[in-house]
Structure formats: C-alpha cells, structure tokens
C-alpha cells in the first residue's frame, strides 16, 4: 500500500520544528527513524497532513553526561548509544534493554527518542525509563519546556503525556550508584521481536541489604508498569535472605496482561513468575560472585 499523501519539512532547528507543529493544529506528525511510523504510512494507519521530518534539527543527536545523570538527545540513534562505551559504563541497565530492541538494521535508523515517545507495550526502551526513574524533556513553541517523569508519561498502548504541538528533545537518566544490580530478561518468541514479557531494572545493595530497587515490566500490561509491591518488599531486606518467588508473586501483582494473537495472559502471567523469581535470583548471585 501507499501512504495517504502528506506535506513534508526538515526544519533545521528546533525552533522551526515545534513552530509548525503549533502551526498544524494537531495534523502533524514527526518522523525521527521512521522505523515504526513508516509501516504506519505505508498501511494509512497514520495519515498525517504533515511529516516534520527531525533528522536535519542541530543538537537533535548526542549524549552527555554529569556526575549524577545522562542527557540522551532524543535524535539519537539506537545503534550509536549501544555502541557508546561510557554510556555503557554510566547506564548498564539502559544499555542491557537497548541491545533487545529490534535489530542492528533497525537500530541503525531507529531513535532513542522514537522508541520512548510511541509508547508501544511491549518496547523495551519505555519500560528501562520507567525502571531507572528518567524524566523526559519536552518542548512546545507556547509552553516552552517541561519535563515529565517517565512514570507519569505513558496512560495506555500508544497514549502517552505529549500534546500534539511537542517534540521530545531528550531524556534524562539518574546515575545509580556503579555496584547498582542489573535486573533483565526478556521472552520473545523470535530475536528481535517484541517481547511477549518483559523485566528490566536495577537493585543496588548497600551495606548488605537492598537500598533502592526501580524494577518495570513490558508487554505485561497497556505501559511499562512498575513493579512497585516487589520494589517495596525489597527495600531493607538483607540480599542473602531474598525469597525470590514470593518477591515475583508481589511484582506479577502489579500487571495487567492482555490476551491477543501471540499469548494469553495467564500465559504472560505464569511465565512472568518465572523471569522474575530466576532473573532477580542470578542478578543477586552476581552479587555474592563478585
Ligand atoms: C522489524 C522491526 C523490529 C522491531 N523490534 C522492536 C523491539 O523489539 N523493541 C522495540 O522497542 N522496538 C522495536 N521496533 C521499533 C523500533 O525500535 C523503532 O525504532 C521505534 O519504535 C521508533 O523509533 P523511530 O526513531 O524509528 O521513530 P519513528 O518511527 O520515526 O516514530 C515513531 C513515533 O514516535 C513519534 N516520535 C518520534 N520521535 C519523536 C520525538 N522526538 N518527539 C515526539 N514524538 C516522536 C513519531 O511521530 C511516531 O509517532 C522494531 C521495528 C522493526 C521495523
């Protein structure tokens, strides 16, 4: 199929971008990697009357860094921030989702900022957000800049907190301590796939007994949900005397799966028990090997 027929700009700046944005009165679409919005076109799932085409914004791309969080610009390509070995070192657990999503050709045009603003399910991006406690950078041409936790973003499958006239410009990932526990697992029925469930977080360990823990799943419910039960069970309790399943049982209380084509939920359900009691158990046994 073709696309619907569309206007097209490139602004060069962000300025020129979220002018047109408030301009179209809502008929606007942005096109960052084009990895899930051109399918979108092509099947007229999307029929925009504009394409605001980002890839030509200065200062759209990069990542920085300060002592206790990392900028990503939302332009940034999937491929590039996986390949980046201090964003590895600063961010392990958002790199460990990131080398999930989709595949090296899709990372290679696909952007940070695309993945964590469509809001899909089942993505792995949204829900490290969530896990990590990120907030992200929005920009309007009448409202300037705000920035909203990744938690309060997201309200159901494709629904998120952005009006029609913003442009995510960055997100901003709090640095956790660097002995910080590395919690991911994903089941998906091919490599690449979106996960069918899906856990990503991390739980640091201080003084023997756990002192944070941010922990979300995917494709367990219409967002990223966090896993607050297992969150507050964990908090206080010595690393060694973890029960690992009766932890899980509290975090897969928290979800709301949804039956479609691939599984059902008590499918997602029985299955998440086991991701979550095994994949906390070896995080912690990292730990104890270390
Ligand atoms: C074969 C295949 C497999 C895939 N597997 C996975 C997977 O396993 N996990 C996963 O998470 N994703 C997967 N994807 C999707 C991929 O990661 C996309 O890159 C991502 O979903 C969207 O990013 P993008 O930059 O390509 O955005 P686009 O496709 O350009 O845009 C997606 C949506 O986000 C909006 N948008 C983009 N940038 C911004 C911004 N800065 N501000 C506001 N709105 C914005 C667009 O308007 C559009 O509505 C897969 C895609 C393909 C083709």
Redesign the pocket.
Known sequence: MKAAPFDYVAPGSVAEALDTLAEAGGGA??????????PLLALRMSQPFIIVD?NRIEGIRGIGHTADSTRIA?GTR?AVALADPQLGAAQPVFIRALG????HQ?RN???I???V??G?PA???PAAAVALGAEIEIHSRDRGMRRVRAEDFYFGPYMTA?EPDE??TAIHYPRWPADTLTVFREVAQRP???ALVGLVGAVHVANGKVARAGLAWFGMGPTPIRARQAEAALLGTAAGSIDCRAIAELAVADTAPFDDSHATSHYRRSVGRRVFARTLDEALKTRQAA
Do not use: P
Not at 29 to 38: N, P, V, Y
Not at 100 to 103: D, F, L, P
């Open positions: 679409t942005l096109l960052a990697g084009g990895q899930t919005l051109m980002i939302a999937q999930h999503v989709g595949h899709t045009r696909g952007t900022g695309g993945s603003s469509l899909e993505a792995e991006m952005l442009l995510v690449g796939d979106f």
